[in-house]
């Protein structure tokens, strides 16, 4: 296999917990750093989407009536803190710092100080968006900010005019330099760093899967920086008019920008959950990946195409046909590289000999889940069936199966796939295994019945009528809050047993790089850089 | 072998339930199709149901048969394949032969939606934070503008609320009706699910949008805003009373009197339907 690697355990010293922690340029010590933010923030943000879940699961309004626009305000901080806070930093700022180094062969990323700004950045632009929460927004003053995660003037600028939004704003802005900086990071690590014999088509897909997100966010981020930019010194009293109609500017302008960052953003939030499940797959299955070049390339033309169809957002904000028809055929055009990496997932495991260890089980529901939220989105592609459907739950329900189910699963997959790697010892099955099936009985129960709703989002009261379907989807946050429950139990368990895992939990399957270090691995490894030895995919 | 006829049998007896599941009975809780762009909709919608039902059962069928057949009990030594030209051309090609089947009705269904025939008449309807309007154009000198907002509770009823308003659009069956929308301040969106209507209403805009009901399919339709714009979004709903040519007539005659407007039973009748 791998020959030529050394580590000297004996001098893997480790800094003292201020300077290890918060000084930390180890990209394996910032990657979990990541996470444990990631789950802190997850939290949180799960709990909004509770609240507003409860809210909706009767006619009438419950649990909002001294100020019904904070229902906006939770479900746009909702937004704003899952992507920006918990699947974005989970997927690359947590798998992707601890996993590519190692998976290429390098002793660490190219730029660790950078990445520890990486790192800083997030909670700094999280307490902003946290402050944002309390001071006043609204027109009347009430607190937070209403206008949904895509922030659309006039709502977001005449609409808004406390500081609320303004903190929204400098955080975003933080978050989006932060991951500017990871992606320039990334993209050097990986073209500039692999070990010797490591050609890129030799390079792991979860690897791939981060370089083609990283180009992505260097290119995307920008876009929404600038974008928000334009929103604050629109705002400023006498300032600018970019957006506003009485001096000239156009709200659907800020539409064209914001979506031109936010569809690459959605692939962003689920590449490397392929990347991730391609690995799971493989291991479990005993088998290599089947097409890994077509599978690469697939996430390459996932990432392309994904910067030319942003419009699909905006079938009805008055575009002319010949447009929209346009953004129709660019869109389902992405629905065949999506068919390629499901179906090469399965023609990885057929002929294999499957074993349905934890993370596997959340890399097929990751599979039913994505394929799901796929075909809904081929629906939402049509710009005549999107004229009936576009801001009614059935979007809701799509995104939801892609981003709240999709990435959370391709996140969870990664956690119990590497948790042993990471931390050093095995989770205990049964929690694990509860907190699947919970969980996955849960985000079902949940969103299923949204695509049979008929309801316009954003809504904190709706007619009689949709009654029933939003109380069966309110109860599906029971045994969704309980898989969570165990996901903590399950922690929890594997930190006061510690029992130690090997380097090698997974068995012949696990061929990349981090399973021939130790569990956890060397503060420092590869200080000796291992040689590809014999011509592999991964 | 016996897993294999199973399956042989199974996808299409799979396919078939999945289809009629989907094809047979469509319920949308209202009229089905009352507008031509409703009905072409309805059917391209059901079209693209079935597909993607296939394609989903498909899927999970060809994925329960290899979780069955490659589990590790069943076969103990894996196969180091990781290459098949063929398939990976035919499943390449395959979605895009499924998907070009869609191209014709959605592009056919979309110009059709958007490429406004000419009009027989023209309403601007204006939203506002957080009530809509509706203005007759060109007949502003024989009927006012509808000032049209939500009922309360009470007056509504539990089964109308968020639905009826105090003065719904009245428009005539039979007719060509032009929509132009925009806004006051903050987005909107003038929806209406049973015509198949759907257009932001934007500050500094006028977007446009049409509808023509199907004579015999006068009655009350609901719709509500469909983009966030503010505290009551929930609460700005848009309500459409289509009547006979005739009936629309005498309303107009009348200045724009509710009362000269049959009783329809889909409508709340309360004393706050006026100006
Ligand atoms: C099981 C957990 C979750 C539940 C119960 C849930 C529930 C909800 C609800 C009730 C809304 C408001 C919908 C509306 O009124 O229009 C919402 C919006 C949203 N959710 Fe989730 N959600 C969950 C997880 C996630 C995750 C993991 C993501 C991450 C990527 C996510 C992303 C969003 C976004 C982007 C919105 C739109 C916010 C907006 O309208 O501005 N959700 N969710
Ligand atoms: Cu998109
Ligand atoms: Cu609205």
């Not at chain 1, 904070?70 to 997927?91: D, K």
């Not at chain 2, 977007?207 to 009655?219: A, H, L, P, Q, S």
Request: charged letters at 15%.
């Amino acid at each position: 296999m791998v020959a030529g690697y050394g580590d000297d355990h004996a001098h893997d010293h480790k800094p003292k917990f201020f300077t290890r922690w918060f000084y930390s340029t180890n990209h394996k010590d910032i990657g979990t750093l990541y996470l444990i933010f990631a789950i802190v923030a997850g939290v949180l943000g799960g709990f909004l989407s509770f609240w507003m879940r409860a809210e909706l699961g009767e006619p009438g309004i419950q649990y909002f009536e001294d100020d019904i626009r904070r229902f906006n305000v939770y479900a746009t901080m909702h937004g704003l803190i899952m992507i920006f806070f918990v699947v974005m930093p989970a997927l690359i700022g947590g798998f992707g710092n601890w996993f590519v180094p190692i998976m290429i062969g390098a002793p660490d990323m190219a730029f660790p100080r950078m990445n520890n700004l990486s790192f800083w950045l997030l909670p700094t632009a999280f307490a902003c968006i946290c402050i944002s929460f309390f001071v006043p927004g609204g027109e009347g003053g009430e607190a937070g900010f209403g206008g949904g995660w895509v922030m659309y003037p006039p709502l977001s600028t005449s609409g808004s005019p406390g500081p609320a939004f303004d903190f929204i704003i400098v955080g975003l802005l933080a978050a989006g330099f932060s991951s500017i900086f990871g992606a320039i990071n990334f993209i050097t690590t990986i073209l500039n760093m692999r070990a010797p014999g490591m050609t890129m088509h030799k390079m792991p897909l979860f690897a791939w899967s981060v370089l083609v997100t990283a180009f992505l966010l260097l290119l995307a981020l920008p876009v929404l920086a600038a974008s928000l930019f334009m929103l604050l010194t629109d705002r400023i009293p006498g300032g600018t008019g970019f957006f506003d109609p009485s001096m000239g500017g156009d709200p659907v302008m800020f539409q064209h920008l914001f979506w031109f960052f936010g569809h690459p953003e959605v692939y962003i939030m689920i590449l490397p959950a392929f990347g991730i499940v391609s690995h799971v797959v493989s291991t479990a299955s005993k088998k290599p990946i089947f097409g890994y070049l077509g599978m690469a390339y697939a996430m390459v033309a996932i990432g392309v195409v994904g910067f030319v169809v942003w419009a699909h957002h905006m079938y009805t904000v008055g575009m002319h046909p010949f447009l929209k028809a346009y953004f129709v055929a660019a869109t389902l055009v992405i629905a065949v590289p999506t068919g390629v990496k499901v179906f090469s997932w399965l023609a990885t495991m057929w002929g294999g000999s499957i074993r349905f260890t934890i993370p596997m089980q959340w890399a097929l529901a990751f599979i039913i889940l994505f394929v799901i939220g796929g075909v809904t989105g081929v629906v939402l592609a049509n710009a005549s069936i999107d004229t009936l459907l576009h801001d009614t739950y059935f979007v809701v329900a799509h995104f939801h199966y892609v981003l709240s189910m999709g990435a959370v699963f391709g996140i969870f997959c990664g956690f119990y796939y590497w948790f042993g790697k990471m931390s050093g010892y095995l989770y205990n099955k049964w929690l694990a295994g509860a907190h699947f099936w919970l969980f996955f009985i849960g985000v079902n129960l949940i969103f299923m019945p949204q695509h049979f709703m008929d309801m316009k989002r954003r809504y904190v009261d709706y007619p009689v009528e949709m009654a029933d379907l939003n109380w069966l989807s309110t109860m599906g946050i029971i045994p969704t809050g309980l898989g969570m429950l165990f996901f903590f139990l399950m922690l929890i368990e594997a930190f006061i047993v510690r029992r130690p895992a090997g380097d090698n939990y997974w068995g012949e399957g696990a061929t990349t790089l981090e399973w021939t270090l130790s569990s956890p691995p060397p503060f420092h490894q590869f200080n000796k850089l291992p040689v590809m030895e014999y011509d592999d995919h991964h | 072998m016996r897993l294999k006829k199973a399956l042989l049998l199974g996808i299409p007896a799979l396919l078939l339930a999945s289809a009629s599941a989907f094809g047979a009975e469509p319920s949308f809780g209202w009229d089905v199709g009352v507008t031509d762009n409703a009905a072409e909709g309805e059917k391209f919608l059901y079209y693209v149901y079935v597909l993607i039902a296939v394609i989903v059962a498909f899927v999970f069928v060809l994925m329960a048969y290899i979780m069955i057949r490659f589990r590790e009990k069943a076969n103990p030594t894996p196969s180091k394949t990781t290459h098949h030209v063929g398939l990976e051309i035919v499943w390449t090609i395959l979605p895009v032969l499924l998907l070009m089947t869609l191209v014709y009705p959605s592009f056919s269904t979309l110009f059709k939606q958007d490429i406004i025939k000419e009009a027989d008449m023209t309403i601007k309807a204006t939203g506002y934070t957080w009530h809509w309007q509706y203005d007759y154009v060109g007949m502003e000198d024989q009927i006012d503008e509808i000032i049209s907002k939500p009922l309360s509770r009470e007056e509504a009823g539990e089964d109308k609320y968020l639905l009826a308003t105090n003065a719904p659009l009245v428009v005539p069956s039979g007719t060509k009706v032009k929509v132009l929308v925009t806004s006051d301040r903050n987005l909107h969106s003038f929806s209406v699910d049973p015509f198949w209507v759907k257009v932001d209403a934007i500050p500094g805009r006028i977007n446009e949008t049409w509808f023509e009901v199907y004579e015999g399919k006068e009655g009350t339709y609901y719709g509500q805003c469909a983009e966030l714009c503010g505290i009551n979004h929930y609460y700005m709903p848009i309500e459409v009373r289509v009547v006979t040519k005739d009936q629309f007539n005498s309303f107009v005659a009348s200045g724009g009197d509710y009362a000269s407007l049959p009783a329809d039973k889909n409508a709340v009748q309360t004393a706050a339907l006026n100006k």
